[in-house]
């Protein structure tokens, strides 16, 4: 077994994960970040999402900067440079800034890489902690060389679904799943021939008309497409029930291709087109959530409060998908942001335990909007500087 201490442990190398790492690293932490898979991205790369979200006030006029500036800003600065020309496009009511998934991964990657004091274990899952007398002392995980045994200072859950928050006895939240919003599974169409700008409403039509005569099952008819970036190329998002997905991967891969031949019958520009990637695993909207020293709330959001404590703006929407509506948005005054406060980012129960993106301390439905890409970047970002700042603290 490998023994290792570090100042921080960051447990997930998503979007969250990758930012608390950098942050915590750059001020001078020694800083561990382990990632069960073998790319950084988390949900976003497998999940193939093609624009950041949240990242902008919701102003109608095209953005001139982002809101927390910061490792998000570097990210599309970095985006840029290997896709000149890349720029915040207007969807609806909110602003959105596009990639391809393999530039974002190299983004990410390279953004660890040239980081100095931070270690990056990937193909490494975090198995089990050790808490003693309210904190963790020891991190249990198992990767390609065998097992690792890790003492941090401090813990940053960037997780997605908060596995550290469990594991250590943090108090948490968890809805029933009866209450959770839809989960998702991508796979990418290629060979599309003039699909025509109405294909992200002929799609979900058909596929809806299919549930509706029972040929797919019923919660697949909110599954969305966009067209690609390439000619011909196309994503389809399906809608799945959320709760414990890890089995059922399989059977979200034979949906998609029954979704495949309904399009390829039904609308002729898909006659010829052919499925060229799919999703790794099946990703959910929203789970464990860690009970912080402050819990953000629907109201909070909406109302676009600030705190004396804000580290984090955003203005995107409450975006909830429901399992029985399909999508629904609740948005904030325009030109209005609210702010996430740093205690949503620090345990009420585990003194060294901070958790960034997917599991910060929000009640389910403000959830509905801090889970998005850019705001996931900032909280990520804070938590590895406030954690490192306490650190200091004697
Ligand atoms: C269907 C769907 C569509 C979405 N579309 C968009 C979109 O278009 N734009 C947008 O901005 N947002 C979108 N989102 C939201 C966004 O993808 C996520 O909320 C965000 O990426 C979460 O980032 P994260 O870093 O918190 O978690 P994740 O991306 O889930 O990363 C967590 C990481 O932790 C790792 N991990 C977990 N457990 C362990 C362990 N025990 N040991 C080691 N590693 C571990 C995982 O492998 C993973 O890499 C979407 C979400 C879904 C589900």
Wanted: glycine share 10%; net charge positive.
């Amino acid at each position: 077994m490998m023994n290792l201490s570090c100042d921080v442990l960051v447990a997930g190398g998503g979007v969250a994960g990758i930012a608390s790492a950098v942050s915590a690293a750059r001020k001078g932490a020694h800083t561990v970040l382990v990632e069960k898979n073998c790319f950084p991205g988390g949900t976003a790369v497998n999940c193939m999402h093609r624009y950041i979200c949240g990242l902008y006030s919701s102003c109608p006029a095209l953005p001139c900067g982002t809101l927390n500036g910061g490792i998000a800003d570097e990210i599309c600065e970095e985006i840029v440079k290997l896709a000149p020309g890349t720029k915040p496009v207007r969807m609806g009511k909110v602003h959105l800034f596009p990639f391809v998934t393999g530039d974002f991964t190299n983004v990410l990657r390279a953004l660890c890489e040239k980081q100095e004091g931070l270690e990056f274990f990937y193909e490494t899952r975090i198995d089990s902690v050790k808490s003693e007398r309210g904190n963790i002392r020891r991190a249990f995980a198992k990767g390609p060389n065998g097992e690792l045994q890790i003492s941090p200072r401090a813990v940053i859950d960037c997780s997605g679904d908060g596995a550290i928050i469990r594991m250590s006895g943090a108090s948490y939240y968890l809805s029933p799943p009866e209450e959770r919003q839809l989960a998702g599974f991508c796979f990418k169409i290629e060979g599309i021939k003039d699909p025509g700008d109405m294909a992200p409403v002929s799609v979900p039509y058909y596929i809806s008309q299919a549930a509706i005569e029972k040929k797919i099952p019923c919660y697949l008819k909110y599954t969305k497409f966009y067209h690609g970036n390439t000619e011909g190329e196309g994503y389809c998002l399906m809608s799945l029930l959320p709760g414990e997905n890890t089995e059922k991967t399989d059977e979200a891969r034979k949906n998609a291709v029954k979704i495949h031949d309904i399009l390829k019958r039904t609308i002729s520009s898909f006659r010829n087109s052919e499925i060229s990637g799919m999703s790794s695993v099946i990703a959910e909207r929203d789970g464990l959530r860690m009970k912080g020293e402050y819990t953000l709330t629907e109201e909070d959001v909406l109302s676009g409060r600030k705190f004396h404590d804000g580290v984090i703006k955003s203005a995107w929407p409450v975006e909830l998908w429901d399992i029985k509506k399909g999508p629904i948005y609740r948005y904030l005054e325009p030109g209005t942001c609210y702010e996430i406060p740093l205690r949503c980012l620090k345990s009420n129960s585990i003194r060294n335990l901070y958790c960034a993106g997917r599991c910060i301390s929000a009640s389910r439905r403000a959830l509905g909007s801090t889970r998005v890409m850019g705001t996931c970047i900032s909280t990520g970002e804070q938590a590895g500087l406030a954690a490192v700042k306490e650190l200091r603290v004697p």
